[in-house]
């Protein structure tokens, strides 16, 4: 029996994955993400897998009459055209879970290292001024309000790690629909609830983002949310850059009107060389690497590869960004 041909675009997190399709597929890899050549690569793929910048626009999906599913390599699937794949029935997949604990470790490294005044010392101590010590401070976090705009797996162990591990209060905003949903968790992790955005903004002395990127979400942190956030307070997203309005997040931090940020994730991946938020000295940012640890990496590929080849082999994902199209 013929395996099936699978299209992987760019590598994948950890190597472990791509032989895992290698065993059970005929594969195909392409380091060139641009649109007309995948168009001609897809003509009788059954499956693609594919990491970020990349992208899977109608076009593509258009050229691959044989196609049965497609996947990204980790956790996000805004590089992916969900809503017209959901048209022609192909399952999209994807890992969601299994990077929670690396990105809430590194959201809660950008809380401490931004409480902690960790880059000015640091890069005075560099230059040999141990009389830093004297211009900058720092502040305790115990006692301190988190807020969490979304409380999904990443933001639940952040709020683990932030109640229990240093003693913060915790709060987090969930849509007016879904305070039920989250209610046991949160009782759980003593994490307060609200629907009140705006609340949670003007009384949190760190905002933490944990929102996915789609059409209501882009941009929606906002002008509007910033000029309610207290001034001494810092905003990290280790989401989705494009869920923030970047032009108005860059006038709060130069104006003072917030005193930081740290970010993973930006607008446009790569940002721009000359982007004015990475020169900003009250600005932590790494390169989208929050859930890109080792451990998670393995699980991101394995799980992605498993996937892809149980749904060719007629089985159902355990994760699926579309379940609709599995129903009959």
Same mark, same amino acid.
């Given at each position: ?25 005929? =594969? ?12 001609? @690569? #897809? ?48 399952? #999209? ?14 959201? #809660?490294? =950008? ?20 009389? $830093? ?36 209060? /915790? ?19 003593? /994490?307060? @609830? ?10 949190? *002395? ?13 941009? $929606? ?28 997040? =860059? ?12 970010? *993973? #994730? ?7 060389? *000359?982007?004015?938020?990475?020169? @900003? ?7 989208? /690497? ?13 799980? /992605? ?6 749904? @060719? ?16």
């Amino acid at each position: 029996m013929a395996k099936p041909k699978i299209l992987q675009i760019l590598s994948m997190y950890h190597e472990a994955g791509e032989h895992i399709l290698q065993q059970g597929a005929e =594969l195909m890899v392409t380091h060139n993400d641009d649109e007309e050549h995948l168009c001609e @690569l #897809v003509r009788d793929v059954e499956g693609i897998v594919l990491r970020a910048p990349a992208r899977i626009t109608p076009r593509i999906i258009d050229a691959a009459p044989r196609l049965k599913v497609i996947s990204g390599a980790g956790v996000g699937l805004d590089n992916i055209d969900v809503h017209y794949a959901s048209i022609k029935r192909i399952p #999209v997949l994807h890992a969601p879970a299994v990077n929670s604990v690396s990105t809430a470790e590194h959201t #809660v490294m =950008l809380l401490l290292a931004l409480s902690k005044s960790l880059l000015p010392f640091h890069a005075e101590m560099s230059r040999g001024n141990y009389h $830093s010590r004297m211009i900058y401070s720092s502040m305790e976090v115990q006692g301190k309000r988190v807020g969490l705009v979304g409380f999904g797996r990443i933001a639940k162990e952040v709020a683990k790690r932030l109640r229990f591990g240093f003693d913060m209060k /915790v709060t987090a905003w969930v849509r007016s629909d879904d305070p039920l949903k989250h209610r046991q968790a949160a009782e759980e992790l003593e /994490v307060e @609830l609200t629907t009140d955005l705006d609340q949670l903004f003007a009384q949190s *002395d760190f905002v933490s983002v944990h929102i996915p990127l789609n059409s209501f979400t882009r941009g $929606s942190i906002n002008r509007h949310h910033f000029s309610r956030m207290k001034k001494g307070a810092f905003l990290i997203n280790t989401a989705r850059g494009g869920v923030i309005d970047q032009e108005a997040l =860059l006038e709060a931090l130069q104006t003072g009107l917030i005193a930081g940020a740290g970010l *993973d #994730v930006f607008e446009s991946e790569p940002p721009p060389s *000359d982007l004015k938020l990475l020169q @900003l000295p009250n600005v932590i940012v790494t390169p989208h /690497v929050g859930g890109t640890t080792r451990e998670s990496n393995y699980r991101m590929a394995t799980t /992605v590869a498993e996937q892809v080849l149980a749904v @060719l082999a007629g089985s159902k994902p355990l994760y699926i960004g579309n379940p609709e199209v599995l129903e009959p």
